[in-house]
Structure formats: structure tokens, C-alpha cells
């Protein structure tokens, strides 16, 4: 199957990727779902909705600080760097990611579509303008939650919250890419979180063929246009890209 899938990712002429936390568990980021998941010990609704920043700024801003450290001195692995080398031996590799860590982009990637934001950045609530990097300062000495220098205002990371709209310009150029790709390479997202989890359907009823990188079986179906890999980001990724010999 590898093999199989190997072979298509080289001939692939419009090769499109999308990823989420499991891209990064090897980096050593927790994903959401599964047994040692986020949400299995946090609560989404309080921490990542806009409804919990807005009524409790510190709680919410206590648990990004958590995860913004946790975050820090984390470099990307060898299937984020393989990314990087198909990118560049294609010209052109669109990577959506769900991930709001940044490593894409820390691996050198282009065209880099995050849909659910970035934890790298803040801004304020109350939109005057204001924008910053989340420096080690702002973490580590700032007070709880941290205002804008400008107005006042809580500052907030620039993440998706949950009870807010994904960006439209990204989404929809998302859509477009996956409805014009012939091959997605899914790695690492257990497909549950729409509008999101639509982007690889979207794909495979336009015509192209899935190769998904997951240990665990996810939401998409078994079918002869989708090849599911069950093994690691990490390992399968430079095979992928041909940096490994074959198996
Ligand atoms: P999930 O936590 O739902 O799924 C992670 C997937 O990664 C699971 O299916 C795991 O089996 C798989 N996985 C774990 N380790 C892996 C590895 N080494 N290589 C490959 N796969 C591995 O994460 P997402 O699907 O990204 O939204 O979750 C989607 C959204 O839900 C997130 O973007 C976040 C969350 O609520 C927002 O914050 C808006």
C-alpha cells in the first residue's frame, strides 16, 4: 500500500495537504481527542470559545500561557521537514493545517493556509488595531491576562475560538484548492471539527484520491480512492516524499 501510495504522490501533478494536531505529537504537542487528549482534561467550551475569553479573560489566557510554554523550544520533526522537501520538488503543495503552532511555517514551508489561526500572535479583543508576537516577555512577565498597550482592551490570541467564524478568505481558498486537487495528503486530524473536516470530502468527491496518515481509523470512509496509512506522521511523511527508500 505504501508503495501504491508513493507512486501516486510522485506522478500527482495538483498534490494538496491537510493536517491537524496529530501532525505535531511527535514535536511533542497533546492533540484533542483520543486518550491522552486536551479535551479529555479541559473543557472547550470555557477555554476556547470566544464566550469564555470574553467572561473569564484570565482562565483562558492561564491555559494558552500552559500551552504557549509547553509550545516553546518545540522544533519540527522529520515529517514536517519531508513537507517541505515535496514542497519544493513540486513548485507547488498548498499545506492547510488545523494546527495553531506554527510549525509548518518553522519548517520553511510556503503557502501555508491556517484555518483555525495562529497561537504565535495576539491582538486585541476590541479591535483597535493593535497586534503583537506572543514574545517570551509577553508569556512570562506580562500579567494575567494581558492588555493592549493601545486601548486597554484584553488582548487575545489570534486563534479560531469556538462560536466564531473561520476566516472566509482561507476557508474558501481552501475549498477551491481541494475541490481542484488530485490527491490530498490527510495527516494526523481525527476529521470531526467542521467546517474543517469538510476539505478532504470536498476532494474526494471531486475525483481525487486520499492518502491519509493516522494510526487510528478517523471519519473517513474505506474506499478505493482512499488510501489510509496507520502509521506515524513521522515515518511515513519522507517516505511519502521519497527520502527513504521504499518498503
Ligand atoms: P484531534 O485531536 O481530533 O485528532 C488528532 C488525530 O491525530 C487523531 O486521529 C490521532 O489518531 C492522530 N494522531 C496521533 N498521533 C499521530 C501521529 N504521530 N501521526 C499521525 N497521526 C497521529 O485533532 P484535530 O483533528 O486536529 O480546533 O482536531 C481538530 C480541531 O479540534 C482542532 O484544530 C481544534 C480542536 O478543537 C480549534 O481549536 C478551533
Redesign the pocket.
Known sequence: MINRAIELVRRSVRPLVFT????S??SGMR????DD?L?KEYR?EQL?SIAGLRSDPGVVWDWYKMRLMTGEGVEPHAGYHALTCLQNEKGELPVIT???DGLHKLAGQTDVLEI?GSMRTASCLEKCGFSTGLTPELLHGAPTPPVCPSCGAVLRPD????GEPLPPKIISRSYELAEDCDLIIV???????WP?AGIPFAALENGAIVIE????Q?ELPQSESVISLRR???EILPLLAGLKGKV
Request: glycine share 16%; no cysteine; net charge positive.
Open positions: 491537524g494536531a496529530g501532525m505529537r511527535e492533540t484533542f481527542r483520543g487528549g479535551w472547550p476556547s488545523q494546527n495553531v483555525h486563534i479560531v475560538l469556538f495527516v494526523g486530524t481525527s476529521v470531526q471539527v474543517a496518515i493516522n494510526p487510528a478517523t506515524k506522521a513521522g
